[in-house]
């Protein structure tokens, strides 16, 4: 018997959601319901410093706002380190983590890390990350890199790990490093479908690899297109994205607009609707096939 759709949208709270999320939520949260399926909310908080107090909470309530409501409790990584320790610990005894102590400083003229610590005679004294070793691919896919997949928007994709290089897996200042956290929680949490931007699309080998390694099942992917500014700018939080509008009205008006960005060409008399009422008409119509493989998506700023 298929398993049953488990969809997630998991945000990293270092502010408000913007546009761009906005438009990857409300993808995964269609996509989960339009197959009867399960819709997820978990916060990445994994790295302190860049999550304020208080935007955890804040993005909870956008998500409310636009109609975005989540099965079950909401899962935060700052409360699952004895997880990702024991992922590392299985990674470790296969070889397949390493310790590093190389600074960004000194392998700053290559374009990757080039795998200096991978096969030291004595490991690190002090301080000292860990690094996955793509080189184990060929464990699973052969020649350094992963056979590929089937993207459900962007059809099929591969990618070389050696062009990617050995990614960081906990950092050396004791915080995990989001490849490793996503991993794992996707594993436990039985997610089957991942459906986010296409930023990420370069991080997929090494998860796959990851999951390879640990034994864990491969989630299906879509990666949508990103949404930029007039100036063709990728809308983001570092790129000082304008913030989502708090009024009713205007809510109404941005879920319909983002609606029409998917290409799901909601009928116009809804974006006076509330978004209960956009979203169950969307729910039933929904095609990512109308959304269509491209790169990016306009935006014009301020939102309509």
């Not at 949508?224 to 009713?248: F, H, M």
């Amino acid at each position: 018997m298929p398993t049953a759709y488990r969809g997630r949208f998991a945000p990293t709270p270092s502010g408000p959601l913007h546009a761009g999320s906005l438009l990857a939520a409300v993808a995964s949260y269609l996509d989960a319901r339009h197959h009867a399926g399960q819709w997820l909310v978990r916060i990445e908080d994994i790295d302190p410093p860049r999550c304020p107090a208080g935007s955890a909470d804040a993005i909870l309530r956008q998500l409310e706002a636009f109609g975005l409501h989540w099965d079950g409790a909401v899962r935060y990584q700052s409360d699952r380190h004895a997880a990702y320790d024991e992922a590392l610990a299985k990674l470790k005894a296969t070889g397949i983590a390493y310790p590093c102590d190389c600074s960004r400083k000194q392998w700053r003229d290559f374009a990757v890390y080039p795998g200096w610590c991978r096969d030291r005679d004595e490991p690190p004294a002090g301080e000292h990350a860990w690094r996955l070793d793509v080189r184990a691919a060929e464990r699973f896919g052969g020649a350094g890199a992963i056979a590929g997949w089937h993207d459900r928007l962007q059809g099929p994709i591969q990618q070389e790990l050696a062009a990617l290089g050995d990614v960081v897996l906990k950092r050396r200042d004791g915080l995990w490093a989001y490849q490793l956290a996503v991993v794992v929680d996707d594993a436990e949490q039985g997610i089957t479908d991942v459906v986010r931007g296409l930023d990420l699309l370069d991080n997929t080998p090494w998860q796959r690899l990851l999951q390879a390694s640990l034994g864990l099942p491969t989630p299906r992917l879509t990666h949508l297109p990103l949404i930029t500014a007039d100036n063709g700018q990728k809308l983001s939080k570092q790129n000082l994205a304008p913030a989502l509008p708090v009024d009713e009205v205007a809510i109404r008006q941005l879920l319909h607009h983002t609606l029409t960005l998917l290409g799901q060409a909601p009928p116009a008399e809804l974006a006076t609707a509330s978004p209960a009422e956009q979203l169950a008409h969307a729910t039933p119509r929904w095609s990512l096939a109308n959304v269509g493989a491209a790169q990016s998506l306009r935006m014009a700023t301020p939102f309509p």
